[in-house]
């Protein structure tokens, strides 16, 4: 993909929706591209969707996003106001980690979106976002809280 391709998140999303370059294209019931304010200063980034996700096209509505639905609540943070998406946009076959090569044909949605909403910060959520975007080597378990430019 072309960096600056899109004009839009819905632009972006278009096609996104028609995706076929790896093969869980094939398999998702419903696209799960990203949710929230296109405008947000504060981004969480997820693995991939899983299955109330797939059913749904909404990040982080199962049983993970009810947890980051209380802890934005504890800190006064309304879901609306963020922006919420995933490396992957489509769900891997029983909620597997996604595969590198899955990672790498939906990585550029993800840069795309990062570029429209310009967020000041970006939230791995779990081992693999932070894998991905921080550094392959990060060890959640003795890294997790910290911030890193």
Request: with cysteine.
């Amino acid at each position: 993909m072309e960096p600056c391709k899109y004009a839009t998140l819905d632009e972006l999303a278009q096609s996104c929706a028609t995706c076929q370059k790896c093969a869980l294209g094939e398999t998702r019931t419903k696209l799960v591209f990203g949710v929230g304010n296109p405008n947000a200063d504060l981004m969480f980034v997820g693995e991939a969707p899983g299955e109330q996700e797939d059913l749904t096209g909404t990040p982080f509505v199962g049983r993970a996003g009810q947890l980051l639905d209380k802890f934005l609540y504890a800190v006064d943070i309304e879901r609306k106001d963020v922006y919420i998406a995933n490396i992957l946009k489509c769900r891997p076959p029983k909620n597997r980690d996604p595969l590198p090569a899955e990672e790498d044909a939906c990585i550029d949605y993800l840069r795309e979106q990062v570029r429209q909403i310009q967020p000041k910060i970006i939230v791995c959520l779990g081992r693999i976002a932070a894998q991905r975007l921080i550094d392959p080597g990060f060890k959640v378990t003795k890294q997790h809280g910290e911030w890193i430019e």
